[in-house]
């Protein structure tokens, strides 16, 4: 059983950053493959980043040179870095360990972006 738990969300203007958390219980974190999803209100959940065992990461093409997608082994963490936040970047970012084994997911972060 692994159990995830996000944090870091909230409400930013236009142009700022915020910086969100999960912390990842269980001892295969590190050969684990993670992710951050995100669902904006009435749409479905998307992938925003990854990131392998390797260090290999990818992106959605809107988040790319924005967000920064990191993990610290030794803390059971990955983060997600997110600047030049957007109106269009609010929703709930869910973190998902993805392999090896089950998927588990968080119960999500309240990001709005909002003037």
């Known amino acids: 059983q692994v159990q995830l738990v996000e944090s870091g969300g909230g409400l930013v203007q236009p142009g700022e950053s915020l910086r969100l958390s999960c912390v990842a219980s269980?001892?295969?974190?590190?050969?684990?493959?993670m992710a951050w999803y995100r669902q904006a209100p009435g749409q479905e959940r998307e992938l925003v980043a990854i990131?392998?065992?390797?260090?290999?990461?990818n992106y959605a093409t809107s988040v790319k040179g924005r967000f920064t997608i990191s993990r610290d082994n030794a803390k059971n963490t990955v983060y997600l870095q997110m600047n030049s936040l957007k109106p269009e970047d609010t929703g709930v970012y869910y973190c998902?360990?993805?392999?090896?084994?089950?998927?588990?997911w968080g119960k999500g972060t309240l990001v709005t972006v909002s003037s």
């Open positions: 998902k360990k993805a392999s090896p084994g089950l998927p588990y």
């Open positions: 269980g001892s295969i974190f590190s050969v684990a493959t």
């Open positions: 990131m392998f065992s390797s260090g290999n990461t």
